[in-house]
T-cell receptor, first 113, second 111 residues
């Protein structure tokens, strides 16, 4: 399984765009990149998944360069409620197909007023 | 609100007790998972059930015993736990081609 590396923590201010980069140098051909968000005392929540190039949904964008050795989660115009831990995961196949899904160390994002 | 329901929310048990954690989902998901999460750490995978059969056991000690009675329910039976087993236990479910949906966990304290 590809290991992921992310910054331990990041600070931002309300209204700013936040970019969190994840390194996954040993990503395999079949691996997809998935991001989850976790608030204190809650389970993680799926944000976005991608394989290559760019994926966008209503809450975030995911940028994946051609070599796929890293990925960047982009959160537009963050608010205080975006303060959470963000996990980057790499797994075999889309949504890991019921197999192993291993969480990295996560990035603790703190949004200030 | 979460579509994966875990009970109880909090549990305190002694090292000689036997207790069970319960997880229920009604989304028709055929894969179910147990994760353990210590404070300030990422969730660690414990078990995966696929179509009600245990498909992955991440070398979890036998004092943790999972059970999947049907496609909607997942239990984790606990016996002779140690204080270091105190953690947040998270259940999740998914279709094989969809993201994981997590419950909000059971906060377990072993005294």
């Amino acid at each position: 399984l590809a290991k992921t590396t992310q910054p331990i923590s990041m600070d931002s201010y309300e209204g700013q765009e936040v970019n969190i980069t994840c390194s996954h140098n040993n990503i395999a051909t079949n691996d997809y990149i998935t991001w989850y968000q976790q608030f204190p005392s809650q389970g993680p929540r799926f944000i976005i998944q991608g394989y290559k190039t760019k994926v966008t949904n209503e809450v975030a964008s995911l940028f994946i360069p051609a070599d796929r050795k890293s990925s960047t989660l982009s959160l537009p115009r963050v608010s205080l409620s975006d303060t959470a831990v963000y996990y980057c995961l790499v797994g075999d196949g889309p949504y890991n197909q019921g197999g192993k899904l291993i969480f990295g160390q996560g990035t603790e994002l703190s949004v200030k007023p | 609100d979460t579509e994966v329901t875990q009970t109880p929310k909090h549990l305190v048990m002694g090292m000689t007790n036997k207790k069970s954690l319960k997880c229920e989902q009604h989304m028709g998901h055929r894969a179910m998972y147990w994760y353990k999460q210590k404070a300030k750490k990422p969730p660690e995978l414990m078990f995966v059930y696929s179509y009600e059969k245990l498909s992955i056991n991440e070398s979890v000690p036998s004092r943790f015993s999972p059970e999947c009675p049907n496609s909607s329910l997942l239990n984790l039976h606990l016996h002779a736990l140690q204080p270091e087993d105190s953690a947040l236990y998270l259940c999740a479910s998914s279709q094989l081609d969809s993201p994981l949906h997590f419950g909000n966990g059971t906060r377990l304290t072993v005294t």
